[in-house]
T-cell receptor, first 113, second 115 residues
């Protein structure tokens, strides 16, 4: 069973601080790594994504760092805001063309005002 | 462009009762997913369709769960009979290799409570 391990389970950050969430995967059979943001009562929404041929991708305050050799990727939220308080999920998509996604267990982020 | 639509948003039933969830994917998206999300957990795939064909249903509890995607558009997920452990949020997602490079988009989910 392919797995994606996510940490920490919860995170509290002061407003303006940097939030860092980490994920690790167990094999190389993935070709796409998205991060989803989920607010209570809502479905997950795509936040940012990266492909394994790139080591970093930045969109506004959100950055993904990807380490292919270590099989790890992380989400950095710069200048964290209270509105960023949500649950974040990393995911990995299989390379077999089947477009099957495996999700991490989620990180509940709280940004203090 | 309208997003993934799901109904109902909430459902409360007694155990052993049947329940059905409906999903309308983004127009033109040929791939449709049903996920179950337990409280505090990530989504877990139940079934994935490519057009009308269920190409991955290995995680679907087939003794009580069934799904269909007639005409390759809308989909229905059914549970009969429901058990207490089925209480969860059921998420539908869709994607398109041509239009979104396979990126999947989620609906708001149906929160099921089994009493």
């Amino acid at each position: 069973q392919q797995q994606v391990k996510q940490s920490p389970q919860s995170l509290i950050v002061q407003k303006g601080g940097i939030s860092i969430i980490n994920c690790a995967y167990e094999n190389t059979a993935f070709d796409y790594f998205p991060w989803y943001q989920q607010f209570p009562g809502k479905g997950p929404a795509l936040l940012i994504a990266i492909r394994p041929d790139v080591s970093e991708k930045k969109e506004g305050r959100f950055t993904i760092s990807f380490n292919k050799s270590a099989k790890q990727f992380s989400l950095h939220i710069m200048d964290s805001q209270p509105g960023d308080s949500a649950t974040y999920f990393c995911a990995a998509r299989s390379t077999s063309g089947t477009y099957k996604y495996i999700f991490g267990t989620g990180t509940r982020l709280k940004v203090l005002a | 462009e309208a997003g993934v639509v799901q109904s109902p948003r909430y459902k409360i039933i007694e155990k052993k009762q049947p329940v059905a969830f409906w999903c309308n994917p983004i127009s033109g998206h040929n791939t449709l997913y049903w996920y179950r999300q337990n409280l505090g957990q990530g989504p877990e795939l139940l079934i994935r369709y490519e057009n009308e064909e269920a190409v991955d249903d290995s995680q679907l509890p087939k003794d009580r769960f069934s799904a269909e995607r007639l005409k390759g558009v809308d989909s229905t997920l059914k549970i009969q009979p429901a058990e207490l452990g089925d209480s969860a949020v059921y998420l539908c997602a869709s994607s398109s290799r041509e239009r979104s490079r396979g990126t999947q988009y989620f609906g708001p989910g149906t929160r099921l409570t089994v009493l």
